[in-house]
């Protein structure tokens, strides 16, 4: 067996490390935050096995012109930074308007399917099972027009074996009294799941994979030196360490790592918000989706959240605190009865592929470095599988399925 360095103690990273620790590795985690301190911090929690859809389909393309006049719409664009988007955008639209949205679904399904049952049962092992709720997710409406525009996409999921329940007003009331009564329509996905503390899931396995034998260290990576037989060493600002293995699992900023190695990857972040509500009073039991604004409000451990949306700018662009507004708006009109007085609030970078597959799999221009990154808002939920993909891949053996749609040459 060998030693691996990840770099990236994100939800991706930090289950690779599990994952390699389970097959016998001897693992090095390197971030320069702390576990779980980059994107996976604040996500909005959802475990949706049935979310296969590509982000960009043509439903959703057609809503972007009216959206981006919108400030208080799903998204948001920082137009001085539209020069450097545009190629990414125009990849983006062509996957969504031409591109084969069936496969990418294929592709992506296997990936999301497990993760329920897989990190039910790593929070078991890890001794948290609380942290993994098994609740059911729910999609309201105000309008009826969107709740009928809707049903396309919730009849695709029967396409992967599963189900859903239309609500009418009442039938949401009974479930969810707490939720404002401008929802008449609603869709209720059974099989959904959440995560009860985003970040105490990556710290707990962070120490899972400690216990395993892993470490982690904190240092920011500047450079991979390579050889003819692949990597050789990491350059980082606590200095130069070698390498045997590697798995690049840095999120937002992978694309960085990879091109230094010869791929580039076309990621791009789409950033995404959240308000914390402390104290929040009555409040849902389940996470609930505001089909407008297409944010949840998932309850937590620590209160209530509200997340989601996306702005497109640039990886260091200034937090735009309008986006967090917006969300606390949302959270008092859904639930008018929460108590909002005590909030945080927090942005991450999604990492983005304009098809919005992951990139899974073997670095193309070099030998033993391994990509796991580009889950776009699906990274909670892919992570696991992922790690159980690249630890395959890492010890040699073979998945025993076509995994060519995570190519990192595809682009
Ligand atoms: C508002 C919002 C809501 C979301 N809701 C959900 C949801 O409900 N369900 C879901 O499945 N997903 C959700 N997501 C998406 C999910 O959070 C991400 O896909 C996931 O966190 C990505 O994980 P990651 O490990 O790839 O990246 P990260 O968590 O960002 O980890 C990458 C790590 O790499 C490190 N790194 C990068 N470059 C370097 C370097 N050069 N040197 C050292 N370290 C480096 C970073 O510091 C970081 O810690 C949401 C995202 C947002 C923003």
């Keep these: 067996m060998s030693h691996v360095t990840v770099i990236g103690a ?37 475990l949706a096995p049935s979310a296969s859809e590509p982000l960009a389909g043509p ?40 591109g084969d949205l069936k496969a990418a679904g294929a592709a992506i399904n296997p990936i999301m399917a497990p993760c329920i049952e897989l990190y039910t049962q790593l929070a078991a092992e890890a001794g ?11 999609y309201v409406y105000e309008s009826e027009k969107k709740f009928k525009a809707a049903r396309a996409s919730f009849l695709r999921r029967r396409d992967y074996g599963y189900d859903f329940t239309t609500l009418d007003f009442n039938q949401i009331q009974e479930r969810e009294p707490t939720l404002s009564k401008i929802y008449k329509w609603g869709y209720w996905v059974d099989d959904y799941g959440h995560v ?15 216990s395993l034998g892993a470490t982690i260290e904190l240092a920011e990576v500047l450079d991979i030196q390579t050889g003819p037989d692949g990597p050789t060493a990491l350059v980082t600002d606590q200095g130069t360490r070698p390498l045997d293995k590697l798995v690049i699992a840095a999120g937002a900023f992978s694309h960085q790592l990879s091109a230094k190695l010869g791929d580039k990857v076309p990621l791009e972040t789409e950033r995404g918000y959240h308000v914390m509500i402390k104290n929040p009073g009555a409040v849902p039991s389940i996470p609930v989706m505001d089909s407008d604004i297409k944010a949840w409000i998932t309850p937590m451990e620590e209160g209530l959240r509200c997340a989601g949306t996306v702005e497109l700018a640039s990886l260091d662009a200034p937090e735009n605190h309008h986006r967090a507004e917006v969300l606390l708006r949302l959270a008092k009109r859904m639930v008018p009865t929460l108590n909002a007085d005590d909030y945080s609030v927090w942005m991450g970078r999604r990492p983005t592929l304009p098809d919005s597959i992951p990139v899974i799999g073997p670095a193309t221009k070099v030998a033993n470095v391994f990509y796991a990154f580009g889950h776009q808002h699906v990274g909670l939920m892919g992570a696991p599988a992922t790690a159980n993909l690249i630890s395959e891949l890492v010890s040699g053996r073979n998945p025993n399925r076509d995994i060519s749609a995570y190519r990192a040459d595809r682009f």
């Excluded at 996976?40 to 929690?45: D, P």
């Excluded at 981006?68 to 920082?78: E, K, Y």
């Design 59 to 98: 439903d959703t393309l057609l809503k972007v012109p009216g959206w981006l006049i919108n400030p208080d719409s799903p998204l948001f664009i920082q137009w001085r930074h539209l020069p450097r988007l545009t190629p990414w955008l125009l990849k983006y639209a062509w996957a969504g308007m031409f």
């Design 128 to 138: 948290a099972p609380e942290l993994i709720s098994h609740t059911g997710g729910l």
């Design 196 to 210: 009860t503390n985003p970040k105490r899931l990556v710290d707990t396995l962070a120490d899972y994979a400690r």
């Design 10 to 46: 994100g939800i991706v990273g930090i289950n690779c490390a599990v994952s390699l620790c389970k097959a016998g590795h001897q693992v090095t985690v390197i971030d320069r935050v702390p576990p779980g301190d980059g994107c996976s911090f604040g996500n909005a929690g959802i």
